[in-house]
T-cell receptor, first 119, second 110 residues
């Protein structure tokens, strides 16, 4: 079974440009998450989709970040316009449907990440 | 803020058991404890999780104290490939998001 995949693996852009990151979750996983690690900091939650709906976007830093998940399959995270402080590694994760009372705790499976460098 | 506290680094001799502690003194009754690790710049890799009882799988064992305020991840026979940053995470059942702390950087020595 394929794991979570992310594209591109690396992206180098100029400040002010736009970048779109893509995440393909594990097939059948309704929950999709975005996280990021900026240099020297901890991994931080950005947002959570359940199918195509945004369940929690409390971690989105500002309105330059737009996440979508049309059709409830893959997701994109667009940064427009990119700033220097957006540099970091963006991780996507997915988990099975189970609801908040899912007895086994539905662990999240992470992709390899996209390393974004804004110059 | 992270709900867990871990030592920043540990060393372990190859072939020996690696015991990684985690404090989660504010954990509530229905919060799970998860362990992940991150090797180099790869994505975090799931290891194991538990609620109350000790758990074991092909990768590791998880020992949770009776009061659930702390836990220990045990890698029974550490290898060089186990060198990584290990994260202990307590997930609030009211939300799905993980709150990562700084983790423990485990170095397995030959």
């Amino acid at each position: 079974e394929a794991g979570v995949t992310q594209f591109p693996s690396h992206s180098v852009i100029e400040k002010g440009q736009t970048v779109t990151l893509r995440c393909d979750p594990i097939s059948g996983h309704d929950n999709l998450y975005w996280y990021r690690r900026v240099m020297g900091k901890e991994i931080k939650f950005l947002l959570h989709f359940v199918k195509e709906s945004k369940q929690d976007e409390s971690g989105m830093p500002n309105n330059r970040f737009l996440a979508e998940r049309t059709g409830g399959t893959y997701s994109t995270l667009k940064v427009q316009p990119a700033e220097l402080e957006d540099s970091g590694v963006y991780f996507c994760a997915s988990s099975q449907t189970g609801g908040l009372a899912y007895p086994r705790g539905h662990e999240q499976f992470f992709g390899p990440g996209t390393r974004l460098t804004v110059l | 803020d992270a709900k867990t506290t871990q030592p920043p680094s540990m060393d372990c001799a190859e072939g020996r058991a690696a015991n990684l502690p985690c404090n989660h003194s504010t954990i509530s009754g229905n919060e799970y404890v998860y362990w992940y690790r991150q090797i180099h710049s790869q994505g975090p890799q799931y290891i194991i999780h538990g609620l109350k009882n000790n758990e074991t799988n092909e990768m590791a064992s998880l020992i949770i104290t009776e009061d659930r305020k702390s836990s220990t991840l045990i890698l029974p026979h550490a290898t060089l490939r186990d060198t990584a940053v290990y994260y202990c995470i307590v997930r609030d059942p009211g939300t799905y998001k993980y709150i990562f702390g700084t983790g423990t950087r485990l170095k397995v020595l030959a």
